[in-house]
């Protein structure tokens, strides 16, 4: 199918997996898969710009994976501070507006340092908004929301009856963006792995076993294409939305 003419997602989710498997698999260490990592992110953001998603959102580090072994964890946090170094420019100069979600109390001074300018510098960008997840966990932000909305009913700004899913979105680390349409994770897994729990409610699902340092712009055009031929309903019967568009 060509992508040229047919329904392109606003914005696009990604969890990026199976670095560790396609490293073993070469009997390397899990870090050469990381690294290799970078590469599909590269080529992913392009291929998003290309095709004209506006949004996407890419899941590199999870609450949970703090419980990986340090040496792995640093490593990590090490390849951020490096990719944002050497991949800033080159964003920037395309027009690439970056911003990062998660809990950044939670991260070094210096990758916070690193993200706080590279959010700066693309801040007034206009293309594909990228945003980073890193420490982000979706009951995490959940939790952060419900504190949000107690603490303006406790000052007296928000009554208890205006709480509705609106105002709950609104207090989310993506409160100013639409919700992703599609949600991609390589490696086989079927899982949402407490990513954007709440924003992901509508979301279509799209599930390969392609490793992610394999993922590139031919696996990504066939997760538009499976986009493309989803109809959405959000509740409605399939001839109340075929209806809606003639
Ligand atoms: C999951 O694979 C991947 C991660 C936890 C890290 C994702 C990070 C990158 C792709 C590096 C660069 C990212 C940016 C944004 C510059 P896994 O280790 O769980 O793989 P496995 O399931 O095979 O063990």
């Known amino acids: 199918m060509s992508l040229d003419s047919v329904n392109i997602p606003a914005h696009v989710a990604v969890i990026m997996d199976g670095n560790g498997r396609w490293a073993r698999a070469r009997g390397k260490q899990r870090h050469t898969g990381h690294r290799a990592g ?57 027009n690439v507006r970056l911003r990062f979600i998660g809990a950044r109390e939670e991260l070094s001074a210096g990758l916070v340092k690193k993200i706080g300018a590279a959010e700066a510098k693309t801040a007034g960008n206009t293309g594909l908004k990228l945003n980073v997840a890193i420490a982000y966990g979706g009951r995490w932000d959940l939790v952060n929301a419900a504190k949000a909305l107690a603490s303006n009913v406790k000052s007296g700004a928000l009554a208890i009856q205006d709480i509705d899913a609106k105002a709950l979105s609104a207090e ?9 349409d599609l949600l991609i994770r390589t490696g086989g897994e079927q899982r949402i792995s407490n990513f ?25 055009d066939k997760a538009l294409a499976f986009f493309a031929a989803k109809q959405r309903r959000y509740g409605h019967t399939g001839e109340q939305v075929e209806a809606a568009e003639c």
């Open 38 to 94: 970078v590469k599909s992110v590269r080529m992913t953001v392009e291929a998003a710009a290309e095709r004209g998603v506006s949004h996407l959102t890419l899941f590199a580090f999870s609450s949970e994976n703090w419980r990986r072994p340090e040496e792995e964890v640093s490593s990590l946090m090490g390849l951020f501070v490096e990719a944002l170094r050497r991949e800033v420019g080159e964003l920037h100069r395309n």
């Open 196 to 220: 954007l729990l709440w924003d992901l409610a509508y979301a279509e699902l799209w599930f390969t076993d392609v490793l992610w340092p394999e993922f590139d712009k031919q696996e990504f």
């Open 172 to 180: 989310l680390q993506l409160a100013d963006t639409p919700d992703p």
